[in-house]
Nanobody, 121 residues
């Protein structure tokens, strides 16, 4: 089970840090990703990390502004230079390594509950 936290309300240009923890386990051998969703739209890939090697991947829309990282047993998503269009519910998710596309939400087996990020203009 995944626990996501850290969302909130911030002005455009500000920063937030999201955290995702696996209760009762670790992310070893997993890909951990973040997705976001707004009403009426499909879940959108934001960033992912292959836990054991630290390889990171980003959507073009967040590249250079967001950073995904590992901190002991937690996955962190540092979001800087936030824009109103970043407003969404953010979900962390994971799956075990093996031939899947980390950019598609269907690849992920485990999901957190979602945390709201609101960026005001």
């Amino acid at each position: 089970q995944l626990q996501a936290s850290g969302g909130g309300l911030v002005q455009a240009g500000g920063s937030l840090r999201l955290s995702c923890a696996a209760s009762g386990g670790t992310f070893s051998s997993y890909v951990v990703g973040w997705f976001r969703q707004t009403p009426g739209k499909e879940r959108e890939f934001v960033a992912a990390i292959k836990w054991s090697v630290g390889s990171t991947y980003y959507a073009d829309s967040v590249k250079g502004r967001f950073t995904i990282s590992r901190d002991n047993a937690k996955n962190l998503l540092q979001m800087n230079s936030l824009k109103p269009e970043d407003t969404a519910v953010y979900y962390c998710a994971s799956y075990k390594y093996g031939g899947r596309n980390h950019q598609t939400w269907e690849s992920y087996d485990y999901w957190g509950q979602g945390t709201q990020v609101t960026v005001s203009s």
